[in-house]
Antibody, heavy 122, light 106 residues
Framework: QVQLQESGPGLVKPSQTLSLTCNVS??????????WTWIRQHPGKGLEWIGY???????YYNPSLKSRITISVDTSKNQFSLRLTSVTAADTALYYC??????????????WGQGILVTVSS | DIQVTQSPSSLSASVGDRVTITCRASQSISRFLNWYQQKPGKAPKLLIYAASSLESGVPSRFSGSGSGADFTLTISNLQPEDFATYYC????????FGQGTKVEIK
């Protein structure tokens, strides 16, 4: 059973860079067959897809965030990461990492981490 | 970008009721529509994928239908543990979520 665990600072200052890592266990990112995704949820709000990465490094980003985000993968550590630059209070959210595209590019997001709350505040 | 409009945003229902939630995509997405359940403080859980396929371990009172741009999630015989927020997600092209539907106890 694949498990995902987010890690990173829970507090980031405005204008700085948010960096999160997702550690994957119970399955190998390098095996391929899935996309590895970041999703966020503003407090009390709905889900927002941030972007995802394939084990080859191919990425797809939400156009509304594209200028500020970078998703990378480290197959040797079986983890993938999110960087979000120039953060503001509007980036305060619960950030989830997840496994996506089960069964093919258009497959569902089937395994999620527990989420990590990131607050942007000075 | 493909937009997904989910309705209603909330509904009140009683145990034993039949509940229907709809999602409409801004273009045809074939059957690439998934449904998730989220309970407070928890990550979303996959219920239905590819419009109508029941995820393993999900009770059969959950069902999905639709194709093209219009989709429906139905919960038959609503149980106490079903009070939660439900989201649809299109997976035809990158990903977009609906706004969510909170199912509350009447």
């Amino acid at each position: 059973q694949v498990q995902l665990q987010e890690s990173g600072p829970g507090l980031v200052k405005p204008s700085q860079t948010l960096s999160l890592t997702c550690n994957v266990s119970g399955g190998s990112i390098s095996s391929g067959g899935y996309y590895w995704t970041w999703i966020r949820q503003h407090p009390g709000k709905g889900l927002e897809w941030i972007g995802y990465i394939y084990h080859t490094g191919t990425t797809y980003y939400n156009p509304s965030l594209k200028s500020r985000i970078t998703i990378s993968v480290d197959t040797s550590k079986n983890q993938f990461s999110l960087r979000l630059t120039s953060v503001t209070a509007a980036d305060t959210a619960l950030y989830y990492c997840a496994r996506d595209a089960r069964g093919g590019y258009s497959g569902p997001t089937d395994h999620w981490g527990q989420g990590i709350l990131v607050t942007v505040s000075s | 970008d493909i937009q997904v409009t989910q309705s209603p945003s909330s509904l009140s229902a009683s145990v034993g009721d039949r509940v229907t939630i709809t999602c409409r995509a801004s273009q045809s997405i074939s059957r690439f529509l998934n449904w998730y359940q989220q309970k407070p403080g928890k990550a979303p859980k996959l219920l239905i994928y590819a419009a109508s396929s029941l995820e393993s371990g999900v009770p059969s009172r959950f069902s999905g239908s639709g194709s093209g741009a219009d989709f429906t999630l139905t919960i038959s015989n609503l149980q106490p543990e079903d009070f939660a927020t439900y989201y649809c997600q299109q997976s035809y092209s990158t990903r977009t979520f609906g706004q969510g539907t909170k199912v509350e106890i009447k």
